[in-house]
């Protein structure tokens, strides 16, 4: 009975030389699709004194053909770096519009002093503020599945929901907290 209980379970020794684990043999498959084990990585099972490469064992051998993620990735990835490429480019024309504007020569004569004052202002916090957010935003969308880019995808999104995109915002925040998003960007662990 005691042998069963330990038999799906294995320990994994780290390049840093600790011992992680026990871990299912789901998590042992999943960090190997992931690339957070390769071939030579050591595992044993519970119970077991040696340490053999992941591939040592056959429930972790596949061929070349089987190597796909075993986590299929949600809908809401692909909507989501439409919405960050789409919001990056679009802080990024505000800030071009900002500039042309601020380099016309006949602003001044168009405008009251106290109009000007306030125009030159604002077009320096826009792009002051801009250029970091629209560089912040095609990072998003270039974004892999990691347990922070959950944290940083949340951020974005609520960005959003301050301004012009918040119908878009909305579904986007309520596919983004379900458990199979959190799950494919690790965020469960």
Same mark, same amino acid.
């Given at each position: 009975m005691e042998e069963s209980k330990y038999k799906n379970l294995y320990e994994v020794k780290g390049e840093d030389g600790n011992v992680y684990g026990p871990e299912s043999d789901s998590t042992i498959r999943r960090w190997y699709f992931?690339?957070?084990?390769?071939?030579? &990585?050591?595992?044993?099972?519970? *119970?077991?004194?040696?340490?053999?490469?992941v591939l040592a064992y056959k429930e972790f051998k596949v061929s070349a053909n089987e190597i796909v993620s075993p986590l299929s990735k949600p809908g809401v990835i692909f909507w989501y770096r439409i919405y960050c490429s789409f919001s990056g480019v679009f802080v990024g024309l505000l800030v071009l519009l900002f500039l042309v504007l601020r380099s016309l020569p006949d602003m001044e004569q168009n405008m009251s002093p106290s109009d000007f004052d306030e125009f030159q202002i604002t077009s320096l916090l826009m792009v002051v503020i801009g250029i970091p957010c629209a560089i912040f935003y095609f990072f998003? &969308?270039?974004?892999?599945?990691? *347990?922070?880019?959950?944290?940083?995808g949340l951020i974005s999104i609520g960005l959003g929901m301050t301004g012009c995109c918040l +119908?878009?915002?909305? +579904?986007?925040?309520?596919?983004w907290v379900k458990p199979e998003t959190k799950h494919w960007l690790n965020r469960n662990e």
């Open positions: 992931e690339k957070r084990l390769n071939a030579q &990585s050591l595992i044993r099972r519970v *119970g077991d004194t040696d340490w053999r490469q998003c &969308s270039f974004m892999t599945y990691r *347990g922070w880019h959950w944290v940083l +119908p878009a915002c909305i +579904p986007l925040l309520i596919f």
